[in-house]
């Protein structure tokens, strides 16, 4: 089998990845169900040397795709799309691996492979994604840029989705900034879409990059957007809805960012502006808090530079069990309960109870979105 170069992949031979991109192409089977053969399997191996009737025993997989699965053929295409991936210096990123973006590994549908090309980093401290309308007005585009502006110094990296309008404003306003960005796409990475934002893409490499679930060859069908939405979402610890008419993807990504359990803001408008009908909606409906620029947002994710920070900080009673010390340690920043199940191994209750402890001891504080931080 060919090497295939992916000095970012730790602890994942060659022949995992190429199992893992295939077991993304292998037809009627989603992610959720691909994490749940890998697991059922014992790994990645055992998906492809398990027989049609042992693969029926997984939740959600009958007769006829655990036969599509048993007869997949799936593995020289995905050797195509690793050479491909090498040829043109994409990493190809499986949810097993360490660089996988942690963030989706706390999604349930988080896609089984990422291809990324760029130079960022996809698990910084804090990511915001922030998007909207395709056609803004002049007043959306400033905001914009006084947004991301505003954050630059205390987030990590900036996602969106390379669209007309609202989402190209926001990559632009990063790379004025200084500050990281990556547009997440809804074809592979074979292509850029739409094409007039090819300059601004490749200035993207240099500080972040494009990353896609998508093998090369994909075109931007309609249905490829919201899954291309919901990895924007999953991406981020906020959604920020800039611009937004009644109906479109924007709405579709703060949707999608609610069931993933991130905290979504919207800026809002006059009654009767067409370009703010979805925003108005979100705050009217509590979908979504409002904000109206930069220090609303940080104040609210306690990222502005004026919050007490944990050193500064005491617990009104000393932590002394074990469980404690290590949610407290986790704390370092505002962490939702996957986070916490995920890192920690404890059962949701069991960090739930720890957490009313905690609050109740002024050890931790209890933050919008079920989100918490050290007291």
């Known amino acids: ?7 970012e992949r730790r602890g994942l031979s060659d022949q995992e990845l190429l199992w893992a991109v295939g077991l993304s192409m292998m037809p009627g089977v989603g992610a959720i ?24 025993q997984v939740p959600g997989i009958g007769p006829v ?6 007869r997949s053929k799936v593995l020289q295409r995905a050797e195509q799309e690793l050479e491909f991936a090498a040829r043109h210096g994409i990493r190809v990123l499986c949810y097993l691996g360490q660089d996988y973006p942690q963030r989706l590994n706390h999604c349930d549908d988080g896609p ?25 007005t002049a007043q959306g585009r400033a905001l914009v840029h006084e947004l991301v502006g505003g ?33 997440v796409m809804a074809t592979g990475l074979d292509r850029i879409y739409p094409a007039m934002h090819a300059k601004l893409a490749h200035q993207m490499l240099e500080r972040g990059g494009w990353v896609s679930d998508f093998i090369s060859g994909t075109l931007p069908d309609r ?25 479109g993807g924007a ?32 705050i009217r409906e509590n979908r979504a808090a409002l ?33 404690s010390m290590l949610l407290w340690e986790l704390l370092d920043q505002p962490r939702g309960m996957d986070y916490l199940v995920a890192r920690s191994g404890m059962s949701h209750g069991r960090i739930s109870s720890l957490l009313l402890a905690m609050e109740l001891d002024g050890q931790m504080v209890v933050l919008p979105g079920n989100r918490w931080s050290r007291g």
């Not at 890998?38 to 693969?55: H, I, K, P, S, T």
């Not at 609610?258 to 979100?282: H, K, T, W």
Request: glycine letters at 10%; proline letters at 4%; one cysteine or more.
């Open 151 to 183: 954050l630059a110094g205390s987030v990590g990296l900036l996602v969106s989705g390379l669209a007309y309008g609202i989402d190209a404003e926001a990559h632009r306003a990063a790379l004025d900034a200084g500050l990281s960005t990556v547009a």
């Open 65 to 70: 795709i655990s036969r599509a699965i048993a």
């Open 112 to 136: 089984v492979v990422l291809f990324f090309k760029g130079q960022g980093q996809l698990n910084p401290a804090r990511v915001l994604a922030v998007v909207g309308t395709r056609k803004p």
């Open 33 to 56: 169900t691909a994490r749940r053969l890998v697991a059922f399997c014992g790994g990645l191996e055992g998906v492809y040397y398990r027989n049609a009737e042992a693969l029926q």
């Open 1 to 7: 089998m060919t090497s295939y170069e992916n000095k």
């Open 223 to 247: 249905e490829n957007f919201p899954k291309r939405n919901r990895i924007i979402a999953g991406l981020s610890d906020a959604v920020v809805v800039a611009e937004a008419a009644s109906r």
């Open 291 to 323: 904000i109206t620029g930069a220090a609303d947002l940080s104040y609210a994710m306690r990222w502005d530079q004026g919050a007490r920070t944990p050193t500064s900080q005491k617990a009104l009673f000393p932590i002394t069990d074990p469980e």
């Open 251 to 282: 709405l579709i990504t703060a949707e999608l960012a609610q069931e993933y359990n991130r905290d979504v803001f919207a800026i809002p408008g006059r009654p009767g502006d067409l370009m703010s009908e979805g925003c108005n909606r979100l």
